[in-house]
């Protein structure tokens, strides 16, 4: 069929549904909907979920992340809050400590490239999350509630 | 400060609200707000606002697209719908025709490693939009409404 | 065995030896060995060979690409010689015409985010090679020479 | 100048000739060459050179990595030596420990996505390795040995 400059087949996109998926308890406060992860590139396509004035942990990222606020508001304390339908984009580098600031659960849709390393105020690692940590956290939560895990590393 | 593993230092993340950006016109029935152009790598982070009932061209992906739906639905007509809240994930080198199917104005944010080449039926491109050709139309935009553009290739 | 931050489980990285991968001709002398082909972002990593005194048609990149030259010499004319041992970094949105300088075949080892397309004088595109078509030149030199091709899109 | 589908500019290459940068000293029969630092992404681009035996301390990746191997034998007890020319993947979330087996020093030429975690047995984090230190390292190393430094930072 393709005669032309370009493959014309039908590689076909991925579609999720969210609701089909669990919000996954991780930090204090803090709930985790996962959507894909790649297990070549480490990327983590997924939402987070925060009840009013929870704070996550100070963190680092190794590579960028891309963060669409959903619903409610946040902010890194760095001189902006992030309200529903607003964009933060997070260099490789970054370290940064979210404080939830609206009056409802704060969701977020985020892209995040590798991993965020939890922090002391020294810098010294105290915990990691990668696509590794998340898939089993996604795992273990199927497991404690009887859900069959989706295959969110398929493409 | 930085006594531990890491570099703790305040690189600060980089925060839009889209308000303060336009609705450029793009295809007929398509509109592109565009968020951050990254001149290295050709990442483009932007909305899209699609009027009820529009098609875009068939076009080809040579990288990935990460698409959330923030209003109305769509489809590529390979067995989905893609409402508001949905996530689909595009891989590198797919092919396809989005058509809107909501009766009010469809809204996605996306994340386009790249660009995007319309092509014809047989596969021969027509046009092509990448970093560069978005950026001019957001300057071509500005400077017929009069409008200071901002640097959203800046990071 | 992992009690500590990371997952420390032995994913195993993949080697390559390349002397089992063919010269799979490509423009007129040049010739291409496929090394990994990621069919999800459309990360292509490869070596080319050139013959001295050979130029590629001028092309354009939608994305990033990584050169180091492992023999011979090449240019872009704009001001240098890439000779053995030197790297290249080309960004998003750049288009050149190689032309080798060297006295011996030319050979880099490139890592290229999404594609090439090749372009004439005015901008048109007349060729696109991506993942999609390089798998296809590699599966269709191993049809004609008998060879039985390796699974190269497997991390 | 450009009346087609693509933006025929001259966005130029960025060449380096790595006899213009120093081996900067890493961990102990460990130097680095810097190439490229992606202050955006995180991407690293350098060469490592090793002297005969020596080993690195297992590290974890939450990114890709590609290594060409220019000079010398290493191997991460999987299996397989890389000797001069071979390429070796690492996916992202692997966990390894090179060791060099070849007469010479070793070289390689590496393309780092992100990250490296230094790991005890544990898999707790001992030290990470990110654009930020390299930077610093190399600044550290100009500033000693009364070396002005170029900005791999740009591109």
Chains 1, 2, 3, 4 share one sequence.
């Not at 009013?52 to 100070?58: I, K």
């Not at 619903?71 to 997070?90: H, I, L, R």
């Not at 600031?101 to 969701?107: H, M, P």
């Not at 977020?108 to 998340?134: H, K, M, R, Y």
Request: aromatic residues 10%; contains cysteine.
């Amino acid at each position: 069929m393709s005669t032309g400059t370009h493959p014309v087949h039908k590689a076909l996109a991925s579609h999720t549904d969210p609701k089909a998926l669990p919000w996954v308890p991780w930090a204090p406060g803090h709930f985790i909907k996962l959507i894909k992860l790649n297990p070549i590139t480490g990327q983590i396509i997924l939402f987070i979920r925060s009840v009013p004035g929870a704070a996550l942990q100070m963190h680092f990222h190794p590579g960028t992340v891309v963060v669409y606020t959903v619903q409610g508001a946040w902010t890194y304390d760095e001189g902006w809050v992030s309200k529903a339908g607003d964009v933060v984009f997070e260099v490789a580098g970054s370290t940064h400590s979210p404080r939830m600031v609206g009056k409802e659960d704060t969701i977020v849709f985020a892209v995040i490239e590798g991993a965020l390393d939890f922090v002391d105020a020294s810098g010294n690692t105290i915990a990691t999350e990668n696509w590794q940590t998340f898939l089993k956290r996604y795992h273990d939560y199927c497991d404690e509630k009887g859900l069959t895990p989706v295959d969110i590393t398929k493409f």
